[in-house]
């Protein structure tokens, strides 16, 4: 059983900030990379953002320079800082960790947490 905790949506006006925190504990060990997807209303899912145990981080185009992931591997915990919001980041963000079993790899997810960016 994984169990995530996530924290840090809410209501915001364009351009501001907000920092999204999720920590995953329960039967997860040897996690190799954590992110963030979200889920715009009536939208599929997309990737936000993803960082590797070793630090390595790779961003959406539509928030490159705006987003900022880091991670703390002992604490199985990661951050979103999310800067100059627009209304189209509004969205369900959901954290997940990601495990490799067996050359297989293994994703788990978080509840989501809303983000409304509204004038």
């Known amino acids: 059983q994984v169990q995530f905790v996530e924290s840090g949506g809410g209501s915001v006006q364009p351009g501001g900030s907000l920092r999204l925190s999720c920590v995953a504990s329960?039967?997860?060990?040897?996690?190799?990379?954590m992110g963030w997807y979200r889920q715009p209303p009536g939208k599929q899912r997309e990737l936000v953002a993803h960082?590797?145990?070793?630090?390595?981080?790779n961003y959406a185009d539509s928030v490159k320079g705006r987003f900022a992931i880091s991670g703390d591997n002992a604490k199985n915990t990661v951050w979103l800082q999310m800067n100059s919001l627009k209304p189209e980041d509004t969205a369900v963000y959901y954290c997940?960790?990601?495990?490799?079993?067996?050359?297989?790899?293994?994703?788990?997810w978080g509840q989501g947490t809303q983000v409304t960016v509204s004038s």
């Open positions: 997940y960790a990601q495990v490799v079993v067996r050359d297989q790899t293994i994703t788990y």
């Open positions: 960082i590797t145990g070793g630090g390595r981080t």
């Open positions: 329960g039967s997860i060990f040897s996690v190799y990379a």
